[in-house]
């Protein structure tokens, strides 16, 4: 047998197996692959302090002393990936400071403070668009990440209108400024619909008389401090996708992809197992006449009984007359191309059906000459002896039962197995092996 046996039987076992496979688990893999839906639309409801002192200018500010107010707000929200997504802000309340700060010397750079001056500017409304960016989704093994921080940008328009007391000329009536809000926050994760949402935004606006008082340095800002809840909106049981963690999701899909492969070839083993059994019932021999139970038409003769080719009793005499019998090289040239042409499934005893023809001139022969014919398998060392034993005399077996089958007589066939006992090669290199995986015709 030539290296074809193998590289045949291998492609064979694995197509047959993975399409097993796909036709066990098209089903699952279809909707664990699928698109999947989100919730990208959110709302959102907040409250916090509004003060007119930032992390970007203290008590720079035009006025000294801070005093901090209720302020509260809300947000609608649209995610686009999981990384960004575009809010519109709404925002009001009432910013409040003390102790205005006058320039005394501006050459020098002094400051003088007014006691008993204050402002109070009413934000009437403020809405704003901003982008909302996920710094990062800190889950590695959750689909579903419970911390997410993020930072906000964007641009918006306020009506406003500052009271000041204690300042000549302070104060303005209702107006409407530009601003921008710049945030950072971190949202908590407490259920798939909801979040907890901490945040901190200072509001830069484009005007120096937002508290009334114009010092004529820079634009005036504030800050907002707010603790809120996010509700995001649409169908029950699917994840945010601002909090979805893909990489924790492509695990817990490779898990289960894995799991359900290992139970696949499981189940593909067990079914080979049968296959075997079933095989090794089929080529064994009860009644011990010579032919395998598959082509034994007549089961549970009597020892000894003389047999056709079918495993019946032969009608007529039973004395047999041997006549002498010449082995031509033609017929030697009839059984080494079938010895040259068989093959087996892969750690099977089954027949290729390529090596049929050249065993059905050997099966005529047998017929023709009345030969008798010894067939002994072979094995190399590869695996158990008990496993080489076994496998060699069940393929010399199949031999004998598909000769008989074709006609040949059965009790002029001998089929044993020796294993890897008789290696006519070194079984150190793949080429001596392949030599020794052999079944071997003798005529006699």
């Not at 530009?178 to 926050?185: E, K, L, N, Q, S």
């Not at 080979?272 to 038409?297: C, I, P, T, W, Y």
């Not at 495993?311 to 059984?335: H, N, Q, S, W």
């Not at 087996?344 to 059905?360: N, R, W």
Request: aromatic share 8%.
């Amino acid at each position: 047998m030539n290296s074809k046996i193998t590289k045949s039987a291998m492609i064979l076992s694995l197509v047959g197996l993975s399409s097993g496979l796909f036709a066990q688990d098209s089903t699952s893999a279809a909707d664990r692959f699928s698109k999947k839906d989100f919730r990208t639309w959110s709302i959102g409801l907040h409250g916090g302090m509004l003060t007119p002192h930032t992390v970007f200018r203290g008590k720079n500010n035009d006025f000294s002393t801070p005093t901090e107010n209720w302020g509260y707000g809300g947000y609608i929200k649209k995610q686009i990936i999981p990384s960004f997504g575009v809010q519109a802000d709404f925002l009001a309340g009432n910013v409040e400071g003390l102790r205005a700060t006058i320039p005394s010397n501006t050459a020098a750079g002094t400051s003088t403070e007014i006691a008993d001056s204050r402002f109070k500017s009413h934000v009437e409304w403020a809405a704003s668009v901003s982008g909302n960016f996920t710094i990062a989704n800190l889950s590695m093994n959750q689909k579903r990440s419970v911390l997410s921080p993020y930072v906000t940008g964007g641009i918006g328009y306020m009506s406003s209108n500052a009271e000041t007391t204690g300042i000549v000329g302070g104060g303005k009536g209702y107006t409407e400024d530009w601003f921008v809000p710049i945030g950072a926050g971190l949202k908590f994760g407490l259920t798939k619909a909801v979040n907890l949402d901490l945040g901190y935004t200072v509001n830069f606006v484009k005007d120096d008389n937002f508290d009334g008082y114009v010092s004529g340095n820079r634009n005036d800002n504030f800050s907002y401090a707010h603790a809120g809840i996010e509700i995001a909106l649409g169908k029950k049981g699917t994840s945010q996708l601002a909090n979805y963690s893909a990489v924790a999701a492509l695990r817990e899909a490779s898990a289960a992809e894995s799991a359900e492969l290992r139970r696949a070839l499981s189940t593909a083993e067990q079914n080979a197992a049968r296959d075997r059994e079933a095989l090794m019932q089929e080529l064994g021999d009860d009644d011990n006449d010579g032919v395998a139970n598959k082509f034994d038409k007549c089961a549970g003769t009597t020892a000894g009984t003389v047999v056709d080719g079918s495993g019946c009793p032969l009608k007529g005499p039973t004395t047999v007359v041997r006549e002498r019998v010449i082995v031509t090289e033609a017929d030697r040239k009839v059984v080494n191309e079938a010895i040259k042409n068989l093959e087996f499934e892969l750690g099977k005893a089954t027949i290729a059906s390529k090596s049929y023809s050249t065993l059905d001139r050997v099966a005529a022969l047998l017929v023709e000459k009345n030969f008798s014919l010894k067939l002994a398998g072979h094995t190399d060392n590869t695996g158990s002896m008990a496993l080489n034993l076994r496998l060699s005399k069940d393929r010399a077996e199949a031999v004998k039962a598909y000769l008989v089958s074709k006609g040949a007589n059965a009790s002029r066939i001998e089929a044993t197995g020796y294993g890897p006992n008789q290696p006519i090669a070194s079984n150190a290199t793949a080429e001596g092996r392949q030599q020794n995986r052999r079944v071997e015709f003798s005529l006699f």
